[in-house]
């Protein structure tokens, strides 16, 4: 073989390679088409499509009762919930004292049931927190941002902390989602 037929079998293949390789948002956050997004196909034995679909029905409504307790934001039709982290520093920053900030991540999910399995997709997220101006703080503060553009509101190295945040945050919803659909 050839140098030449070596050369063009070795970037022929390159797509084969790197096509199981998921990109990530600061080596946590899964994106997908330039968006963090959160998925996968689940698949349970015996569970009729009818049977999943209101058991989605039952999922969307027992987390919109749980959002709408403390927020007027919320939106059934949009299936947008949220949980709060704390917008944290590096241990090495200069202002820990802004350890104290929390802030809403807002995010929608999708599912869609099948025969005997689920798709879900959480996606969409964005970070929100606004405090009003007042006598002790007379400059309102506020961050709005959505997570692929977080370092344009940090620094890489607090991006990365608030990524790993959400991240442990997502993978819990995941998991109680899982463990709902399979009762």
Not at 157 to 176: F, H, T, Y
Request: glycine share 2%; hydrophobic share 35%.
């Amino acid at each position: 073989m050839t140098l030449k037929k070596i050369i063009v079998l070795f970037f022929l293949s390159l797509p084969f390679f790197s096509s199981g390789q998921d990109k990530k948002l600061f080596d946590v956050l899964p994106v997908a088409d330039g968006k963090v997004n959160y998925h996968d196909t689940v698949y349970l034995s015996n569970k009729s499509s009818e049977d999943l679909k209101a058991r989605i029905t039952k999922w969307y409504a027992d987390s919109y009762a749980q959002v709408t307790k403390g927020s007027d934001h919320a939106s059934m039709d949009q299936h947008s919930y949220y949980f709060v982290i704390k917008w944290k520093q590096p241990v090495w920053s200069k202002y820990p004292g802004a350890n104290n900030l929390k802030v809403n991540v807002w995010y929608s999910v999708s599912l869609t049931a099948f025969e005997n399995g689920y798709y879900y997709e959480i996606t969409n997220f964005k970070i929100k927190r606004y405090e009003r101006k007042s006598f002790l703080k007379p400059f309102p503060s506020y961050v709005d941002v959505t997570v692929e553009n977080i370092n344009s509101a940090t620094t890489d190295e607090k991006a990365k902390i608030v990524c790993n945040e959400i991240d442990k945050q997502v993978r819990e919803i995941v998991s109680l989602l899982k463990e709902f659909m399979k009762s």
